[in-house]
């Protein structure tokens, strides 16, 4: 069956470090990937998009890598800091014949501590 | 500021209610979703829509039904709600068509409770 595993529940980091988060996923072959940024009581905020093709994408402090035959990306937070504090979603792209959706990961929770 | 509006921000209905959860995109996008999100369960894909008059299941459709008559609103109906329909719901759209899908942009979140 279909699935989609990122890495860890929880994630803490001293702020200033890297963060990076794992998003593995098993009987997919998606054209791309994004990740979200989700804050406690509110809906996801889109951060990045990926294709298939890329395997690097950069924006700001963010950066976002995709491997096809590992079936993972990496996203990684350079120079951390308290407010990018969240939960962290990985999200595959699912085409059927019906049209194509979002399949999401449980999330990374990841907390900068100062 | 582009957004999705979800017409309740919290929600307590009695069980064997009908439920209308509304959602109001101004975004001119294609394609909008309805999620559910629960603790240890993640985002879960309830009905999508591409275009008006369309809608397709998604992986939990029992239960729910929906309707898009208009491009801008995708409403969400629980025909006669359940403790076990407890839960956030979220809306979101985006743009693309086909295999092509761009970020989505989502609703705060309808918290709804059935009692």
């Known amino acids: 069956s279909q699935k989609i595993e990122q890495n860890s529940e929880a994630l803490n980091i001293q702020e200033g470090k890297t963060a990076t988060l794992t998003c593995n996923y098993t009987n997919y072959s998606p054209a791309y990937l994004q990740w979200y940024r989700q804050d406690p009581g509110r809906g996801p905020v889109f951060l990045l998009l990926i294709r298939e093709n890329e395997k690097e994408k950069r924006k700001e402090r963010l950066k976002v890598t995709f491997d096809t035959t590992l079936k993972q990306s990496l996203f990684h937070i350079t120079a951390s800091q308290p407010a990018d504090s969240a939960t962290y979603l990985c999200?595959?792209?699912?085409?059927?014949?019906?049209?194509?959706?979002?399949?999401f990961g449980k999330g990374t929770t990841l907390s900068v501590s100062s | 500021d582009v957004k999705v509006t979800q017409s309740s921000r919290y929600l307590v209905k009695r069980t064997g209610e009908k439920v209308f959860l509304e959602c109001v995109q101004d975004?001119?996008?294609?394609?909008m979703f309805w999620y559910r999100q629960d603790p240890g369960l993640g985002l879960r894909l309830i009905y999508f829509s591409y275009d008006v008059k369309m809608k397709e299941k998604g992986d939990i459709p029992e239960g729910y039904s929906v309707s898009r008559e208009k491009k801008e609103r995708f409403s969400l109906i629980l025909e006669s709600a359940s403790t076990n329909q407890t839960s956030m719901y979220l809306c979101a759209s985006s743009s693309g068509q086909g295999t092509v899908l761009y970020g989505y942009t989502f609703g705060s979140g309808t918290r709804l409770t059935v009692v």
């Open positions: 975004m001119d996008h294609e394609n």
């Open positions: 999200a595959l792209s699912s085409f059927n014949q019906a049209g194509t959706a979002l399949i």
